[in-house]
């Protein structure tokens, strides 16, 4: 059975632009490793990448983040250098979690990427919300936060939730 690895936001304006921290510049080398391991493996990947447009500020995660960030068709939204292997799929979502995962892509789920605090533990848990049976994984070393400590928050969430904590 294949398994299936989940690339959450390794988008430029959460590495080293607009919200890049140390923490998430650590991990590109980790994720890049985790995705070649899953190529090399003949597994599949899926990528996400967080979608906001230029009212982002209107919007109601503009007005509690008040800090564009990957705006369509900018530096920032795309995917790092290195990251992205042709022809994976690409999710653009416009919220954290996307509702719309399907079961045939769920049975054995490792997920990777930022931020382990909102898009990734979203994410997770929507998985493991909507198909109990399937394995869930969350790399911890392929992962950061907004914060070292919300890291480790979201990883204790996810745990309790039986999302396996791994790495």
């Known amino acids: 059975m294949k398994k299936n690895l989940i690339v959450v936001d390794m988008q430029n304006d959460f590495i080293d632009m607009a919200l890049g921290t140390k923490e998430a510049v650590a991990i590109v080398p980790k994720v890049k490793a985790k995705i ?11 990528y996400t990448r ?27 939204w795309e995917i790092a250098d290195g990251l992205y292997v042709e022809g994976c799929k690409i999710i653009d979502k416009p919220n954290f979690g ?33 198909f109990p049976c399937a394995t869930v994984k969350v790399d911890k070393s392929c992962c950061a936060g907004v914060t070292p400590e919300s890291h480790e928050a979201a990883l204790t969430t996810m745990k309790m939730c039986q999302i396996d904590i791994i790495g």
């Open 36 to 46: 070649d391991e899953y190529i090399k493996n003949g597994n599949e990947i899926i």
């Open 98 to 130: 996307w509702p719309e995962w399907k079961s045939e892509e769920l049975f054995d789920v490792e997920i990777v990427g930022l931020c382990t605090d909102i898009c990734v533990v979203s994410n997770a848990l929507i998985i493991k919300a909507s």
């Open 50 to 76: 967080d979608t906001h447009f230029e009212n982002y500020l209107e919007t109601e995660e503009g007005k509690k983040l008040p800090v564009p960030h990957c705006i369509k068709g900018t530096k920032g």
